[in-house]
Each structure stands twice: as C-alpha cells, then as structure tokens.
C-alpha cells in the first residue's frame, strides 16, 4: 500500500543553524507534497507545499526540493529559531482516492538557544 | 469565520461506552476528514468525505462510524470505544479545487 517514511524522528540543532528532515514516497503518480508544523497541543498548519511540475520551493527561511525520479522530498529551514521547535509532518497526495493525504511519522524539531 | 471547530476537546470513556466527536467546518469546504493521530505514527486517515451526502473509508476504519450531517458538519461515531482507540483525533476540511486541508483543534480522547 501506499507509505511515507520520514526521517530522522527526532533532530536537535543551535540556534542558527540549518535543519533539514527527508520523506520518501512510494506511489509514483502523487503529484503534491504538504509539510505540515504542529506545535505542543495545537494542531498542524500547512507551511509550505510543492507540486511535481516544481523541483524547489522557498518562502523567507523555508525550502522544499522535490525528486520525483527518486521519490523523495526535504524540508529545509535555514537560520533556525527557538520559535522553530516542533513536530513536522510530511504528506503525498494517495492517488488512488479523493484527494487522500499520506503522512510521515512526523520529525521532532528541537531548536537550542 | 472560525475555521473548523471540534467538540469536546477532552474525553474520557470506559470500555464498551459509545461517543459522537463533532466537526463543523464554515468555510464553506466540499471535502471533510477525520484523523487520528497517535505517537510515532503520525496522521492516519480514519474517514472521510468528498461532499455532502458521500462518505468513504480511510487507512483505520474499523471501530467507527461517520456522518456528514450536511456541508457544514462531519460527525465520528465510536459506537463501542476500546483502549486502542485512546488517541488524538483531528477532523479537517478542504475547499474543492484546493488541495490544502485545514485541521481543527482536536479532541483528546482516552479509553480505559
């Protein structure tokens, strides 16, 4: 069936540095790709997504990059901040139902001062 | 406009007790969703609906049952609750054309 393995399930960087959490995908025909940011108790916002006609996106500290060929994708967040610190969860659109999203195992994201 | 709105946040049930979580959405979305989401395991789709009158089954059906009420309001009926259903359970929705779902607050739901 289909999957999305998300890795690593826990990552901790100083403040400044660059994060970055990779998804592997298994349907080939998913064509749009979601990453999500859930703070404690609250639940996830959409912060950025890409669409397989696009390689790369970026908004301000954000990026995702897209490999449909290998069938992965990364978020990356370049200059982290305290604020940053949350669960992340990636998704690929299920192609073989109505607009049904697949999500990783989500990626803890400790930020250090 | 309030987004997805989700009731009650907080519940606690014995086994073999039955429950309704309640979803209402007023941004006026064809699609609806329920989730549930458990440690290390992300989001998983339980049910679903693509407009009003039509329901489908997710990942995770078995134990539960929908309703969608009318556009608004997508309903999840436990109708036997069991300690495996203790969980986080989010209800979402999306506007036809879009492919962003919106998610309510959540519902903590324990079973003992």
């Known amino acids: 069936g289909e999957n999305v393995e998300q890795h690593p399930s826990t990552l901790s960087v100083q403040e400044g540095d660059s994060a970055v959490i990779k998804c592997t995908y298994s349907?080939?025909?998913?064509?749009?790709f979601p990453w999500y940011k859930q703070e404690l108790g609250k639940r996830p916002q959409l912060i950025i997504d890409?669409?397989?006609?696009?390689g790369e996106k970026k908004d301000q500290r954000i990026a995702v990059t897209l490999n449909k060929t290998a069938k992965h994708f990364s978020l990356h967040i370049t200059e982290t901040q305290p604020e940053d610190s949350a669960v992340y969860f990636c998704?690929?659109?299920?192609?073989?139902?109505?607009?049904?999203?697949?999500f990783g195992a989500g990626t803890r994201l400790a930020v250090h001062p | 406009n309030a987004g997805v709105t989700q009731t009650p946040k907080f519940q606690v049930l014995k086994t073999g007790q039955s429950m309704t979580l309640q979803c209402a959405q007023d941004?006026?979305?064809?699609?609806m969703y329920w989730y549930r989401q458990d440690p290390g395991m992300g989001l998983r789709l339980i049910y679903y609906?693509?407009?009003?009158?039509?329901?489908d089954k997710g990942e995770v059906p078995n134990g539960y049952n929908v309703s969608r009420l009318n556009k608004r309001e997508f309903s999840l009926r436990l109708e036997s609750a069991a300690p495996s259903q203790t969980s986080v359970y989010f209800c979402?929705?999306?506007?036809?054309?879009?492919?962003?779902?919106?998610f309510g607050p959540g519902t903590r739901l324990t079973v003992t």
């Open positions: 979402a929705s999306r506007s036809q054309g879009a492919n962003e779902q919106y």
């Open positions: 349907d080939s025909a998913s064509n749009y």
């Open positions: 890409i669409r397989s006609n696009v």
């Open positions: 998704a690929a659109h299920y192609s073989g139902g109505y607009n049904k999203l697949i």
């Open positions: 941004m006026n979305h064809n699609s």
């Open positions: 609906s693509a407009s009003e009158g039509t329901t």
